[in-house]
């Protein structure tokens, strides 16, 4: 793909993605599918059924609205507008585990599976006693999962050039701490020690070998810690949402049109009734293109997942001139609205850097604690 390159800004702020092009609003910059990805444990324990290796979800947009509004009579008109393929869904045979396709049953065999296949009705296997014990120290919302990083190692392992492997992995923004700023990652603080010994002990029964070994050491462990945190962008997958953006496409008239949206969002009352925000299919995975792209509080880029799986798409949503920064949000849209103070605080613990954007830049003269819900934020930090 051309358009962009990744290289050093001027700034502190290391590599970034530049364009090389011009972009307009709603433009693609690029399209790449993860090095690795995984459902986040919460998420897959509530039963979000999912691809194993793609995230697609396993569910029709009608099963899927059925089951988070528990209303199992609600049809969806316009059904075959978004026609989820479920014909193809397909078992690993000896574990079970359910792929959207052939195509990712192979994928997920040669890039990780092969090492990671066990029965999943083994509570005593050393993959089910590492999530279990994950999933006791990290209730939702989830950010990260230790799977990732499991995946990772096993990518390594069963690569057929593994140094090359672990050398592609280490590619990957990797420091634990920022010394200049003195920021440590939330996972990794002081009082995170013995959660981390346990969770690297419990890895190492999981998967071991010559190539992994580095990651397994206290230091090397924790630097992957940090990889994951830093790097994992999330992925959200949801049958319901990408049936609401394809029948947004059909022609009707206004008086349908008008209806449909009533529809829409009776829709999402019902599900917000019974199951809250928690929509989605959720996960993370590592991106080597994506994850070189830095933050911004007023940024030019965004990213999404327009087909329903683990494939992101980075959009111009400003216009983009050659030799530009090409910049996303790591906050979400709720976050992003914050104060500065509220902003750079959660890129800190998350991210490991101080934000001197444009627009922080232009706020620096705001106080270090604003507004009301900044505040209400302050007390649950408090209570941690
Ligand atoms: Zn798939
Ligand atoms: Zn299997
Ligand atoms: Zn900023």
Redesign the pocket.
């Known amino acids: 793909m051309d358009g962009f390159e990744i290289r050093t800004s001027n700034s502190k702020k290391g590599k970034g993605l530049f364009a090389t092009k011009k972009y307009d609003v709603g433009d693609v910059i690029l399209e790449e599918d993860p090095l690795v990805s995984c459902q986040f444990a919460w998420n897959a324990a509530y039963r979000y059924l999912a691809c194993d290796y793609c995230m697609r979800p396993l569910e029709t947009p009608e099963q899927n609205v059925r089951r988070l509004s528990c209303k199992p009579d609600i049809v969806l008109p316009h059904a075959s507008c978004f026609d989820i393929n479920l014909e193809n869904v397909t078992t690993c045979d000896q574990c079970g585990i359910l792929y959207c396709s052939e195509d990712c049953k192979q994928r997920a065999y040669e890039a990780f599976h092969r090492t990671l296949c066990y029965d999943t009705s083994d509570a005593q296997h050393p993959v089910m006693v590492l999530l279990e014990t994950w999933k006791q120290m990290h209730y939702p919302p989830e950010t990260t999962s230790v799977m990732l990083l499991v995946r990772i190692l096993a990518f390594i392992e069963q690569s057929s050039n593994p140094s090359a492997a672990a050398a592609t992995v280490k590619q990957f923004c990797h420091r634990t701490v920022n010394e200049d700023a003195e920021l440590v990652h939330k996972l990794l603080g002081e009082q995170f020690t013995e959660q981390l010994n346990t969770l690297r002990e419990l890895t190492a029964n999981v998967i071991n070998g010559d190539h992994v070994e580095q990651f397994l050491t206290p230091e090397g462990f924790c630097s992957l810690m940090a990889l994951v945190g830093t790097n994992g962008q999330g992925i959200g997958t949801s049958p319901l949402a990408l049936w609401v953006n394809s029948v947004l496409e059909i022609t009707m008239s206004d008086d349908e049109r008008q209806q449909l949206d009533l529809f829409i969002d009776k829709l999402y009352q019902y599900v917000e009734e019974e199951s809250g925000t928690f929509l989605n299919t959720e996960g993370s995975g590592l991106f080597c293109l994506q994850s070189a792209c830095n ?4 940024p030019n880029a965004e990213s999404s997942f327009p087909y329903g799986n683990h494939r992101i798409q980075l959009k111009a949503i400003k216009q983009i001139m050659p030799g530009d920064e090409i910049c996303i949000s790591y906050l979400d849209e709720c976050s992003l609205q914050r104060s ?1 103070h509220s ?2 605080k959660e890129l800190a613990q998350n991210y490991l850097f101080v ?3 444009e ?2 830049l232009s706020q620096a003269s705001q106080p270090d604690c604003t507004s009301e819900e900044d505040m209400s934020d302050e007390e649950i930090d408090a209570d941690d």
């Not at 933050?295 to 007023?298: F, L, N, P």
Request: glycine share 0%; net charge positive; charged share 35%.
């Open positions: 933050h911004s509080c007023d500065r902003r750079q934000c001197w954007c627009r922080c």
